[in-house]
């Protein structure tokens, strides 16, 4: 054998290239968890959603009110049909240039949803009161949440909440409709804000960024706490 140039001399081409052309096998792994490999995919992913709930829970979600007016309900009563709403820990912006969108999710299905996009319209409020928070988790067919909704919490036209309710701020917002997407069981609502503000508590008192909003957090209505200390 003779190296010259950077080239093998002596060698027939079989030795240069020394394989042939099989199909490689991936290894194989076995384990001793057999009920693990042997469970059913459906089983594996329910496990994986309850862990993922588990660990939602230890992080603090901001608590958001979602109210929407159904345009396509008919009534025979001079109030109108009372708005569908619901409460919400998913309210995020999404972006605020060059024009400012909110997004959240919802499960289908959803009467509020069906409202949004009957009106394309929808108003958000951070809620800073526990009862205005079980207020909108009241059982949608229960005996007087409909009455609830129509007098005692919101406006049946603009979807703001009323003064001295324990809203914080709110925003008014146009439904997105091709940028919300379905995943899953649910829907990604992404809304365009119009208009946005602080609620009052009374005609003459405004309400401001020093009233704390409502967090949830480890399955208890939370108060966001002092500032930790920067080195």
């Known amino acids: 054998m003779i190296l010259r140039h950077g ?4 060698l027939r081409p079989c030795q240069l290239y020394p394989y042939r052309r099989t199909r490689i096998q991936p ?6 968890n057999t009920s693990h490999t042997n469970a059913p995919a459906s089983q594996h992913a329910q496990s994986v959603a309850e862990n993922v709930r588990g660990l939602m829970r230890e992080i603090p979600h901001p608590l958001t009110v979602i109210v929407a007016q159904d345009t396509t309900t008919t009534t025979t009563t001079t109030t109108g ?6 409460l919400v820990s998913s309210f995020n912006t999404v972006t605020l240039h060059p024009t400012p969108y909110v997004s959240f999710n919802l499960k289908l299905p959803s009467s509020t949803y069906d409202a949004i996009k009957a009106s394309r319209t929808f108003t958000a409020s951070a809620v800073a009161d526990v009862q205005l928070a079980r207020d909108f988790l009241m059982d949608k067919t ?6 609830t909704m129509r007098s005692n919490v919101c406006d049946r036209r603009s979807g703001m909440l009323k ?8 925003m008014r917002c146009r439904w997105a409709e091709q940028k919300s997407q379905p995943v899953g069981d649910h829907v990604i609502v992404v809304g365009e804000v119009v208009g946005a503000g602080y609620y009052t ?3 003459d008192e405004k309400v401001g960024a020093s009233d704390k ?3 949830y957090s480890q399955g208890k209505y939370r108060n966001a706490g002092p500032p930790v200390a920067e080195e």
């Open 163 to 170: 003064p001295g309710r324990g809203a914080i701020w709110w």
């Open 201 to 203: 508590r009374s005609l």
């Open 7 to 10: 080239i093998l001399r002596g």
């Open 213 to 215: 909003p409502l967090i």
């Open 142 to 147: 229960a005996e007087g949440y409909r009455e």
């Open 27 to 32: 290894p194989q792994f076995r384990s001793n």
């Open 81 to 86: 049909a009372p708005p569908a709403g619901l």
